[in-house]
């Protein structure tokens, strides 16, 4: 990003138009030098400037997009070496490997798998998102497997290096935007027509950063924006050291031939899951764009989605729990009431005692910035009359039959302001620790 924001800003039409979607083009600029907003967001560029600003506002590291809908991956964008300098921006995507040399029942467990391995922690689904499809020489069969994924929800990887297997399967799945993996030294331009023709992101496999390099100036040259890197390596050491180097070659020396997001293949660097899992929590860390594993069980898959969600997160903002009401354990109209703040951390605590106390419940969680209860009551944000507003306005009370609301301990401040914010309602002051919900919740009436 060559521009400040206030540079970017003298080039806006300053109209303060709104439909960027932010309040002021001034607004427009900071977050578009953050990072953060695309120029295509802006209608109203002139071309002049929209020259000027396409190259200065992209990230040096190249966002790219794979897939469609919701299993859709975007990867690279990055801006920054380190997390706590700004923030990562596109997580990386998880695949697993489906090969033409599988039984079918073998291949759907894997589609399975995608589907089973799924877990929310803080409002968001943790999950793999992309299956690779791997051509190793059984045509008919790849082609099949090609078919069969597609009708199935996650973003594809087409992985071949005959370009006319690799035609037949962008006709069957071009509607799904898949990555084509790869471009060679053997086959460069072939795919790089194919990606053309069909619009769609490339990997290119190259011989080390330097063969890599040389392949990503061909394919540019050719006019493919979309690319992501293979370097070829598949030892730890090396493959680790390349992937640093490609950030700060990119970051700090902004060489645009390798500012790209890359691929990398735990599964081809490891001949068992546990291995190949600790090699890939190298790449969350740094700095795979799409890490590819042999396959996935929950002990391996688990502790990469959560590595992944706490890196990815943006240090510089809570994570929050959106505000609502949220039941639990099925409850109905005569269950209790309980209310907290949106910090994600304390929605996870209470929200886990309640499931543990097999009470059925209803949580309704209060917009507090993503502040805890206590550091929001001192900020003046869970206090009685908001937490009386947001009750009343949460409609809460057409779902049940009385009038009972529980409050954290360590709000119990609040209670007179809250009493007098919502006459007829008794307010019961819960335990400070979420621990001892359970008890109460157990003597509910
Ligand atoms: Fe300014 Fe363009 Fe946003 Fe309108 S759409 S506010 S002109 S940046």
Avoid at 11 to 32: D, S
Avoid at 122 to 146: C, H, I, P, Q, S
Avoid at 148 to 160: D, G, T
């Amino acid at each position: 990003m060559g521009l400040t924001g206030i540079q970017i800003f003298k080039l806006l039409p300053k109209t303060n138009c709104g439909e960027c979607k932010l309040p002021t083009c001034l607004a427009f600029a900071m977050a578009l030098a953050a990072g953060k907003a695309e120029l295509d967001a802006c209608p109203h560029v002139s071309p002049e400037a929209r020259a000027e600003l396409s190259d200065a506002s992209a990230p040096p590291i190249r966002q790219v997009t794979i897939g469609t809908g919701e299993y859709e991956v975007k990867v690279g964008g990055e801006t920054v070496m380190f997390r706590h300098e700004k923030t990562f921006f596109n997580k990386p995507g998880f695949a697993v490997l489906v090969s033409d040399t599988m039984d079918e029942a073998e291949i759907e467990k894997r589609f399975l798998k995608l589907a089973q391995f799924q877990y929310e922690r803080v409002g968001v689904t943790m999950r793999a998102e992309l299956a690779a499809l791997k051509y190793t020489g059984n045509r008919e069969k790849f082609l099949g497997l090609v078919k069969n994924a597609c009708v199935k929800p996650y973003s594809l990887i087409l992985m071949a290096s005959d370009p006319s297997v690799m035609k037949e399967a962008l006709e069957i799945a071009k509607a799904n935007k898949p990555l084509i993996y790869a471009a060679t030294n053997e086959n460069c331009e072939a795919f790089g027509n194919l990606a053309k023709e069909y619009n769609l992101p490339l990997a290119v496999k190259g011989n080390g950063l330097e063969g890599t390099a040389q392949l990503v100036d061909k394919l540019t040259a050719m006019g493919i924006k979309d690319l992501v890197l293979d370097t070829s390596t598949r030892n730890i050491k090396d493959g680790f050291q390349e992937q640093i180097a490609m950030r700060r070659a990119a970051l700090i020396s902004k060489y645009k031939s390798l500012g790209f997001p890359t691929i990398t293949f735990p599964a081809e660097m490891a001949d068992d899951l546990m291995k190949e899992t600790l090699i890939a929590s190298l790449f969350v860390a740094k700095y795979a764009g799409i890490i590819v594993l042999s396959d996935l069980a929950g002990e391996s898959i688990f502790p990469l989605l959560l590595q992944r969600l706490n890196i990815y997160t943006d240090p510089q903002r809570p994570m929050t729990t959106k505000e609502g009401i949220y039941p639990i354990n099925n409850p109905d109209e005569s269950s209790p009431v309980l209310v907290t703040s949106n910090f994600s951390l304390t929605y996870f605590i209470v929200s886990g005692e309640i499931e543990n106390s097999r009470i059925p419940s209803w949580l309704c969680v209060m917009d507090t910035e993503g502040l805890s209860v206590m550091t929001a009551w001192a900020a003046g944000k869970f206090v009685g009359d908001l937490v009386g507003v947001f009750i009343k306005k949460s409609g809460i009370a057409e779902k049940v039959n009385h009038k009972k609301l529980i409050i954290p301990g360590y709000a119990a401040a609040i209670l007179g302001d809250l009493e007098e914010e919502l006459p007829g309602w008794e307010i019961i002051i819960g335990p400070r620790e979420a621990a001892h919900l359970p008890v109460l919740l157990k003597t509910w009436k």
